[in-house]
């Protein structure tokens, strides 16, 4: 049975700094690009990084990057989106999705082809 499992967020000062986890089981770890996405009452799923199969690329939306790092431990078969300088406009709900490796890792929200995503995990960045 395939599990996704979010961790990490929560309520957070503007300008602090705050580390997301999707952990995956049932699955080939390897197989699969990981995506973040979130979600703004309002607003369409917003693409914010990706990182491929093989850990050879990375992708980060205009919005997040520079301030952003995504990072995977095969070992612990985890996905990890670091956000730095956090502002309020990345309040939002956070989904990890996992794309097979023939798939596009994309930050593009309509591109990327999920197989599978995690529950979410609500991201508050306060004033």
């Known amino acids: 049975q395939v599990q996704v499992v979010q961790s990490g967020g929560g309520l957070v000062q503007a300008g602090g700094s705050l580390r997301l986890s999707c952990t995956s089981s049932?699955?080939?770890?390897?197989?699969?690009?990981f995506g973040w996405f979130r979600e703004t009452q309002g607003k369409e799923r917003e693409g914010v990084s990706c990182?491929?199969?093989?850990?050879?690329?990375?992708f980060y939306a205009d919005s997040v990057r520079g301030r952003a790092t995504i990072s995977r431990d095969s070992a612990n078969n985890t996905v990890y989106l670091q956000i730095d300088r956090l502002k309020p406009e990345d309040t939002g709900m956070y989904y990890c999705?996992?794309?097979?490796?023939?798939?596009?890792?994309?930050?593009?929200?309509?591109?990327?082809?999920?197989?599978?995503w995690g529950q979410g995990t609500q991201v508050t960045v306060a004033s």
């Open positions: 999705g996992l794309s097979h490796w023939r798939e596009f890792c994309t930050v593009d929200s309509k591109e990327f082809k999920a197989r599978y």
């Open positions: 049932g699955l080939d770890f390897g197989y699969y690009n």
């Open positions: 990182i491929t199969f093989e850990n050879a690329y990375k």
